[in-house]
């Protein structure tokens, strides 16, 4: 599960650093009960093309740069309005609510 080149270009435009990112990856993480973490190499590879992403790690930063999912895994992923439960502000913390 590779992420497009283009995925470092929708992170800062969002306006978050490579650490919010993944800061926020691991909250999400933590919140589903991944017993894992990503770490600042893998997402520096996975910027450049040449890392790759366990399934967990790829969901969630689908989620936060506002892709379904699913659209990662094919050759033309489409950006999307994140829906409100991944609603999150650049510069805080993300706002985790509950699914309706």
Do not use: C, H
């Not at 909250?27 to 890392?51: C, H, I, P, S, W």
């Not at 950006?79 to 699914?99: H, K, L, M, T």
């Amino acid at each position: 599960m590779r992420l497009p080149n283009n995925i470092r270009i929708y992170r800062i435009q969002l306006g978050l650093s490579q650490a919010e990112l993944i800061r926020m990856v691991n909250e999400r993480l933590a919140l589903r009960g991944e017993n894992r973490q990503m770490y600042f190499v893998d997402l520096a590879k996975a910027e450049k093309g040449t890392g790759l992403l366990n399934k967990a790690q790829l969901t969630e930063i689908a989620r936060i740069l506002g892709f379904k999912p699913w659209a990662l895994y094919g050759d033309d992923p489409q950006i999307i309005r994140p829906d409100y439960e991944d609603e999150f502000e650049p510069s805080g913390p993300a706002i985790v609510r509950p699914r309706r």
